[in-house]
């Protein structure tokens, strides 16, 4: 009965590689975002989908594209993996209130991803 | 554009004693307001939010936070903390629009240490 799930909970990979990291929420909600905490545990958006249409990117490298299938799955891929990656990204929904929800972000559990 | 200050980057408290989180935000108009609890390694749970009406807004684990237009502040205060509060504590600002918030500015987080 998770709300917003991520797999995996840990990555590791080299640097060059390419990998995908998904995000899936039961909520009904039709916002999904993607948020990056780094080391200093600081935590920004990179990326806002609203029915999988994209709404929001923050500045972020297009090394990195997230894919929305369906409004209950927001994936993000990462292309040519670099040292700086490494970091906690989680992935967020949200239901608005136009959509009779109340606006909150709901958070996953976060996935590690440390570039070797 | 919003801004989150968390002007507190540790604090310690004992087990039992009061406790009170800082946080200002820079904001044009009144925004949505939040606090979310980071357990080490674990995710970003919500402990409460303010978006209108009464200001004073009560969270789970007895967490309440006062929300001041005056002094554009949102603290997070517990009468009496337990040593389970010991985590990581991070304000957000979300910009309300007409199809909900699209994303959160969060603080650089407050380290909460309680000792015995």
């Known amino acids: 009965d998770t709300a917003v799930s991520q797999t995996p909970k840990y990555l590791v990979t080299q640097m060059g590689n390419d990998k995908s990291i998904k995000c899936e929420q039961n909520?009904?909600?039709?916002?999904m975002y993607w948020y990056k905490q780094d080391s200093k545990k600081f935590l920004k958006i990179m990326f806002s989908?609203?029915?999988?249409?994209?709404?929001i990117n923050e500045t972020v490298p297009n090394r990195f594209s997230p894919k929305s299938p369906d409004k209950a799955h927001l994936n993000l891929h990462i292309n040519s993996l670099e040292l700086g990656d490494s970091a906690v990204y989680f992935c967020?929904?949200?239901?608005?209130?136009?959509?009779?929800?109340?606006?909150?972000?709901?958070f996953g559990p976060g996935t590690r991803l440390t570039v070797l | 554009a919003q801004s989150v200050t968390q002007p507190d980057i540790h604090i310690t408290v004992s087990e039992g004693a009061s406790l009170e989180l800082r946080c200002n935000y820079s904001?044009?108009?009144?925004?949505?307001l939040f606090w979310y609890v980071q357990s080490p390694g674990q995710g970003l749970q919500l402990l409460l939010k303010?978006?209108?009406?009464?200001?004073l807004v009560q969270g789970i684990k007895g967490f309440e936070a006062e929300f001041k237009r005056s002094q554009s502040s949102f603290n997070l205060r517990k009468p009496s903390v337990h040593w389970s509060d010991a985590a990581e504590y991070f304000c957000?600002?979300?910009?309300?629009?007409?199809?909900?918030?699209?994303?959160?500015?969060f603080g650089t987080g407050t380290r909460l240490t309680i000792i015995p």
């Open positions: 967020a929904s949200s239901l608005p209130p136009l959509a009779g929800g109340t606006d909150t972000q709901y």
């Open positions: 909520l009904g909600h039709d916002t």
């Open positions: 989908y609203n029915n999988k249409e994209l709404i």
């Open positions: 904001y044009g108009a009144t925004p949505y």
């Open positions: 303010y978006f209108s009406g009464d200001t």
């Open positions: 957000a600002v979300g910009r309300p629009r007409v199809f909900g918030n699209e994303k959160l500015t």
